[in-house]
């Protein structure tokens, strides 16, 4: 069985490489497309390069696209993930650099404590965007 996810964000070469590479470990992601979507052409040309390289040595049965039109990603996902460091690595640094002036120490900065907080706020309103642009929430009502 055939599917496609999206990943947003992708550009980040290192995480997205990671990430990829154990989803094509499971034996339910065979044959799946990689959608590959960022607003930096260059970093995500390298990273579908990197991708496209692992699964051509490995004889994968997956398929790798790019693009930096989030909408032709996310058309006929299944699946879409959400990736995008907003703000940056200086945003990041901020995250651990805040807190940690108050004293609140923290091992990680994106999603725990009060640097999970100040990343999420930040990140929410994105998200939101990518799941309308999606098709795939639709608002009902004030509570939902």
């Not at 995480?15 to 995500?44: I, R």
């Not at 693009?67 to 299944?78: F, N, P, S």
């Not at 706020?121 to 509570?143: D, E, H, L, N, Y």
Request: charged share 25%.
């Amino acid at each position: 069985m055939t599917f496609k996810v999206a990943i947003i964000g992708a550009g980040s070469v290192g995480f997205t490489k990671k990430l990829v590479s154990d989803l094509l470990k499971v034996p339910e992601f065979e044959g799946v497309e990689f959608a590959l979507t960022d607003l930096n052409e260059h970093n995500l040309d390298m990273i579908a390069q990197i991708i496209r390289r692992i699964v051509e040595v490995n004889r994968l049965p997956a398929k790798v696209t790019a693009t930096t039109d989030r909408r032709k990603a996310l058309e006929g996902a299944r699946y879409v993930m959400n990736v995008v460091r907003i703000g940056g690595l200086e945003a990041f640094a901020d995250d651990i650099r805040i807190p940690l002036k108050y004293g609140v120490d923290q091992c990680v900065g994106d999603t725990i404590c009060a640097g999970g907080i100040l990343y999420g706020q930040r990140a929410s309103r994105r998200s939101w965007s990518s799941a309308r642009t999606s098709g795939r929430w639709r608002s009902r009502g004030p509570c939902c």
